[in-house]
């Protein structure tokens, strides 16, 4: 009997102790953005962990871990103890699409556990001043009749920017040369400084510059216009029906974090998105709240599959090279 509870002891002692639901959290909680500061993803991931930690009584901090299209810091994300600490911001783009971009050495199903879904937003074709075009289909004739092929900033491969490239690419025919950076913050300043031509970014990211006229926007991928920028056109009505992209971000654990746990998190993130002042924030980006019967970690869960296979198909038949 002793030596049961020995190695019961032990087991739980090689492996970081039992989470303590009941006295969580703790300590300071990390949400780890597999993107660069200043970026889509950032942003929001701040405006929630602010408000997170009212609810949670603990700070919620922000660590950017960069690299490989988002992949690098969701695997730091998910090889975390499961004790709630440790949160995985992420998206359409990492939670998705880099599945079918790189060998992840991780189960973007198996190793994590759903938290929330969080806003969405479509995304936007936006250019460089200097782009002698002003509609999309001006764009798209521009983009085909370049000696060389037009520069298109991205995240990384496999990235939501990367991703809504492709799809660009697969509905005109028009070639791209894709420039990676860590995030579309850095490649949004490459962009207002016309070092790249273009990008299809989130319109959270454009929405500003778009405002200010440091880029030129064409149109939203999306059935109908962004109140937040009702003057830019859909793709349908811009000339390029059925490019309709959503790009939604959400939160997750690493897998077998204790219900509880989970529950307390969501809990956290479901406040944040039901409180006033953050959601006036959220939405002046042009961001959309998730509909309120979808805020279950299983909803996210379901939803992250279906994504899967509905967005897997296509990327993998882009063959899309990584090095
Ligand atoms: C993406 O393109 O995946 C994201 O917009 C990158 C970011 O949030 O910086």
Redesign the pocket.
């Known amino acids: 009997m002793r030596r049961a509870i020995l190695a019961a002891l032990t087991a739980i002692l090689a492996f970081g102790g039992i989470a303590r639901a009941d006295k969580f959290p703790s300590r300071p909680i990390t949400i780890v953005v597999p993107?660069?500061a200043g970026?889509?993803?950032?942003v929001m991931a701040r405006i929630l962990a602010e408000r997170m930690k009212t609810t949670l009584g603990e700070t919620v901090l922000v660590e950017n871990v960069t690299g490989a299209g988002?992949s690098i810091g969701v695997g730091r994300a998910l090889r975390s103890p499961p004790d709630g600490y440790t949160i995985s911001f992420g998206?359409l783009?990492t939670h998705v699409a880099n599945g079918a971009v790189y060998k992840l050495g991780y189960d973007l199903v198996g190793d994590l556990d759903p938290v929330a879904l969080l806003p969405s937003n479509p995304m936007i074709v936006v250019s460089k001043n200097a782009v002698p075009a002003k509609t999309l289909g001006e764009l798209i004739a521009w983009i085909k009749a370049k000696p060389a092929p037009a520069t298109a900033g991205?995240?990384g491969a496999g990235?939501?920017?990367h991703i809504a490239g492709l799809y660009l690419e697969n509905i005109t025919g028009a070639k791209l040369q894709y420039v990676p950076y860590r995030?579309?913050?850095p490649a949004m300043n490459d962009l207002v400084a016309g070092q790249i031509d273009l990008m299809v970014d989130?319109l959270s990211?454009s929405i500003n510059q778009v405002r200010a006229g440091t880029i030129r926007g064409y149109a939203v991928t999306d059935t109908r216009r962004a109140e937040s920028a009702s003057d830019i056109p859909t793709t349908d009505e811009a000339g390029l029906p059925g490019f309709h992209m959503t790009l939604w971000s959400g939160l997750w654990v690493p897998k077998n974090t204790p219900k509880e746990i989970v529950t307390r998190l969501n809990a956290a993130a479901t406040d944040a998105l039901n409180d006033p002042a953050v959601r006036k924030q959220l939405e002046n980006l042009g961001l959309a709240m998730p509909p309120k019967d979808k805020l279950t970690p299983a909803a996210l869960g379901d939803w992250q599959k279906a994504e899967i296979a509905k967005w897997w198909p296509m990327i993998k038949a882009a063959n899309v090279k990584v090095d």
């Open positions: 993107f660069a970026g889509p993803s950032d988002g998206h783009g991205t995240a990235s939501g920017s995030g579309t913050g989130q990211n």
